[in-house]
């Protein structure tokens, strides 16, 4: 059996119709779809026909997406051995989820692949989602795939949510996402930090690449400074060491916070303003998640 897909949604249903019809039209398609619909918009009618099944789970969630039990909900109720998180505004081009399935089929490990982000005006074409990325452009961040098969990383610190491949009893065995992360950030980096501990290796497979879809961002997450900082602090408290190092900087630097990398703990000074938010707000100009 292939592989599960996993994913998320609230109030994107036409990038989650986007992401199914995409997967319809693959040549190689997942085993199922599991879907947790995380509030909002209802993102069942509608959707397009697709030659597998596509299951819905409604997970609680508050003001902001309850990211670890949400996405734990789907690896609980997926069929498959072998799972790849993908978020909805995220489309694997042509054979990804087979050279997912390939390198979880051969070997325990947590896969990631590369992810190229579309310009604000590039249009996906589910049928022809390869000409579609074309115009994108991979994170400079990330590490650079191998030309063929899997290579090993020590890299764990880019396991990033969006795009994660992991064996279900592994994950499982792993503890699956720390649900005492609250919104976004950081679950992402524990579970790959709980993974290294464990001694499961990071690889990066080749011809696994997903196109991301443009939405804008935040760099520092100024909008999300609260949760953001009590997940580093939870990070820090569990593992002893900072992640999210770069957005913390940049909190600091705003006055936003007292921190510093030799710190303990983190306080937040005070909210920021509208303007500060604006100014934060990244768009065509810098399309990409900073490494932290």
Known sequence: MPLSVL???RNRTAYLHGL???????????????????????????????????????????ERIAYSPARNACARAATSERLLFLDADCVPLPGALAAFDAALAAEDTVTIGEVLYLPPDAALDPADVA???????????????????????????????????VRRD???????????????????????EAAKRA???????????????????????????????????????KWGWWPMGGWLAGFADLGLIEWGPDAAHARVVR??????VEAARRTSARPFREAA
């Open 170 to 192: 592994t994950f499982l065995r792993l503890g699956g996402f720390d649900e005492g992360y609250g919104g976004y950030a950081g679950e992402d980096t524990d579970f790959a």
């Open 20 to 62: 199914l019809a995409a997967l319809a039209e693959a040549p190689d398609p997942p085993a199922e779809v599991v879907v947790a619909v995380c509030g909002g918009d209802d993102p069942r009618p509608g959707r397009p026909e697709t030659p597998f099944p596509v299951r819905f789970l409604d997970v609680a969630s508050g």
């Open 199 to 237: 001694g499961v290796p990071l690889v990066v497979v080749a011809g696994a690449a997903v196109a991301h879809r443009h939405h804008d961002v935040f760099e520092p997450p100024v909008q999300q400074l609260a949760a953001t900082v009590a997940n580093a602090q939870r990070f820090r408290d």
């Open 7 to 9: 994913t998320l949604v």
């Open 131 to 165: 000409g579609s990325a074309a115009a994108g452009r991979p994170h400079p961040a990330r590490p650079t795939p191998p030309a063929e098969g899997w290579a090993r990383s020590d890299r764990y610190d880019l396991v990033w949510g969006l795009c994660i491949g």
């Open 271 to 276: 909210e920021p303003t509208e303007a500060e």
